[in-house]
């Protein structure tokens, strides 16, 4: 069966975002190797400063990891002074993992390293196609949540 | 320090990115689930594909984990038949990763879904719009890669 424009498109569209995120992520390692972190454990940084204190569990199911892959990335960050363990008011029995004012200025810090190259890319776009493009990116979030069965579409007004 | 309209919309693409990002990879799991694997297993099946037969190094290097955390992933792959290994003909010390048959079969299966959802979620949007955003996607990623010092933009032409 010979693929439709529709699906030639979507491939396209597949490969491009596929592409794009490879390549933040090797930008990203090499930008965190200079704060002696991993790339996964910036991950757990930026989810820790967007979540809040949370659950080992659930850290670990926003990572997309198993929980002794993520166990051996808090442990790192911990030892590193950038994430601690609180015990659950609700919960006694239950820790909860929560950035420390160091592991929040490291965010800080990454997230302006992350922002200001991006800016040196967008420099050399055109305006009007980088006005359209990012309601575009904003569009297909939202899309892509209404699809996934979310009930709102919080993570991306 | 206020910052400038330029800088509010390099926040706004990174912000836009990691949305689609994070979207991209809880609907990854959704789909994977359905046949036993993880979204790391999944990851690494499109690596392999990508690359061809790599060393474990080069793999964990490419999934930009550890290589203890990228072993239980292919343990685990290898477990369900879906990637083997070889000695490098090159250093018989050396062993390579590679996919089955089994392994291919998989991989172009969860593509498919995966380019399935995004025809599904472009469906919605303007013409015109996603012509021109693709290509805009595409300059960004070339970009990206010059930035980052690639000698050549292979990765995203």
Redesign the interface.
């Known amino acids: 069966m010979h693929p439709s424009p529709?699906?030639d498109?979507?491939?396209?569209?597949?490969q491009?975002?596929?592409?794009?995120?490879?390549?933040?992520?090797?930008?990203?390692?090499?930008r965190v190797a200079f704060y002696g972190i991993?790339?996964?454990g910036a991950h757990a940084l930026?989810a820790l400063e967007r979540l809040g204190a949370v659950s080992l569990n659930r850290l670990a199911a926003e990572l997309?990891?198993?929980k002794s892959?993520a166990s051996?990335v808090v442990d790192a960050l911990e030892y590193r002074g950038w994430v601690a363990r609180t015990v659950d008011p609700a919960d006694r029995r239950a820790l909860h993992l929560y950035l420390t004012d160091e592991g929040l200025a490291l965010h800080d810090q990454l997230?302006a390293d992350?922002?200001?190259?991006?800016?040196?890319?967008?420099?050399?776009?055109d305006p009007a196609?980088?006005h359209?493009?990012?309601g575009?990116?904003?569009?297909?979030?939202r899309?892509?949540?209404l699809?996934?069965g979310a009930t709102d579409a919080s993570?991306?007004q």
């Open positions: 529709m699906q498109e979507a491939e396209a569209f597949h491009a975002l596929g592409d794009l995120v490879r390549l933040q992520q090797h930008r990203a390692r090499d991993t790339v996964s930026e997309f990891v198993d892959t051996r997230r992350a922002v200001w190259e991006m800016q040196a890319v967008l420099a050399g776009m196609l980088r359209s493009t990012l575009f990116l904003r569009d297909l979030a899309t892509s949540a699809h996934a993570c991306c």
